[in-house]
């Protein structure tokens, strides 16, 4: 742990990094190809869609020593539809029959009690309209496209619009891939899955946020120095936030895995994996994007501004001027690590978390002011 704080503290510095805005466009690229295979899986395969979005019947058995795949033939056999079954943490099942209506669903009933052994009326039947689904959709579409508007306003306001519209874009995407995973893996659609649609839209804008106050941070006054691009400066925001963003992902991913992971997999709670699978998915790609797509995209519009252009020329021209002179570079190398040495007649400037700001002056001790003084002390 130790090490991870030494390596956080000299990304923080500049000591060390990683050119994260230069090889931006391999990032596009890879985020590309994952929004096109999400949304070619939506097109082929679709969503799985819960019984509460389609309509149909749900019946809950009591503890039974009945396997599952024996209990789904049962129900298929006498519904003539397509049965879902999913065992029950104390060793009942949920069987869920997709269009049936009130009589269908009391010989299916019946069907079960008869191979479970048991009354029938110990087993729970609940029928469900698509219209409820329907409603629930409506009202989770209409919340996403308001939380996506006021989003953009706020950011807009505390940042820029630039920012505004990377994290929208950053946001899309991560929305896009959760989608995406749910087709290609079939996994059923509940009220649960679209909760945990709702809750990645805060987590995602999290690290993103994150970054973004430590570039407008970073880059305040920075046309009135010639030491670092705007992009520069982005590609050091990443780096100096990196470890914390890490950090605050894997604590997040950690409980959501436990979910997913254990109680959907080992301990067969079926039901835990519409909402995790979501959120798992959601946190994981919402630190992707912050840190391999909204940052850079900001990068690339700011990069665009006259003021920005005129600045990257005096940058370079300073730097070529001093290559010809044979000092130190003064901007990042290879590695995306900062060189801060510049030549002795120089007052450096410092580009850290309160912007760009001139160095302390390097004051004469008191000690040598009162020597060569008779009696060596200060009048």
Avoid at 33 to 49: F, R, S
Avoid at 70 to 96: C, D, M, P, W
Avoid at 107 to 131: R, T, W
Avoid at 304 to 313: S, T
């Amino acid at each position: 742990m130790s090490k991870l704080g030494n390596l956080g503290a000299r990304l923080y510095r500049g000591e060390v990094g990683y050119d994260f805005i230069g090889k931006r466009f391999i990032w596009y690229g890879v985020s590309v190809l994952i929004t096109i295979t999400a949304i070619v899986a939506l097109a082929v395969q679709g969503l799985n869609m819960g019984i509460e979005f389609k309509g149909g019947a749900v019946f809950n058995t009591p503890t039974t020593s009945v396997s599952v795949e024996k209990i789904t033939e049962v129900a298929e056999k006498a519904s003539g539809h397509q049965a879902i079954t999913q065992k029950l943490g104390k060793g009942g099942t949920r069987v869920q029959i997709a269009g049936v209506d009130v009589a269908k669903s009391s010989e299916i009933k019946q069907a079960l009690a008869d191979e479970l052994g048991v009354p029938a009326k110990s087993i729970n039947s609940e029928l469900v309209g698509p219209s409820w689904g329907e409603q629930i959709a409506q009202k989770a579409w209409t919340g996403c496209i308001v939380f996506m508007i006021l989003c953009v306003i706020y950011l807009a306001i505390a940042f820029e619009w630039r920012m505004a519209v990377a994290a929208l874009v950053a946001l899309i995407h991560d929305i896009t891939i959760t989608v995406g995973i749910y087709a290609l893996v079939g996994f059923e659609v509940t009220p649960g899955t679209v909760i945990g649609l709702l809750t990645i839209l805060g987590y995602s804008l999290y690290d993103t946020v994150v970054v973004f106050d430590s570039l407008k941070e970073g880059s305040k006054d920075i046309t009135k120095q010639t030491r670092y691009t705007y992009s520069e400066i982005a590609n050091k925001s990443i780096n100096s936030t990196l470890v914390r963003s890490i950090n605050t992902t894997v604590v997040a991913l950690l409980p959501v895995a436990g979910l997913l992971f254990i109680g959907g997999g080992v301990l067969g709670a079926g039901m835990l994996n519409d909402i995790s699978l979501s959120l798992f998915v959601g946190l994981a790609a919402g630190a992707y994007s912050s840190i391999f797509i909204a940052t850079p995209l900001v990068a690339d519009l700011k990069e665009r501004e006259p003021a920005m252009k005129q600045l990257k020329k005096r940058v370079l021209a300073k730097r070529a001027a001093a290559a010809a002179k044979g000092e130190s570079s003064e901007g990042p190398d290879a590695a995306g690590t900062f060189d801060d040495a510049v030549p002795a007649d120089a007052t450096p400037a410092v580009v850290g978390q309160r912007g760009v700001e001139p160095a302390a002056r390097t004051q004469p001790s008191s000690r040598a002011r009162g020597k060569g003084r008779p009696s060596g002390k200060r009048r």
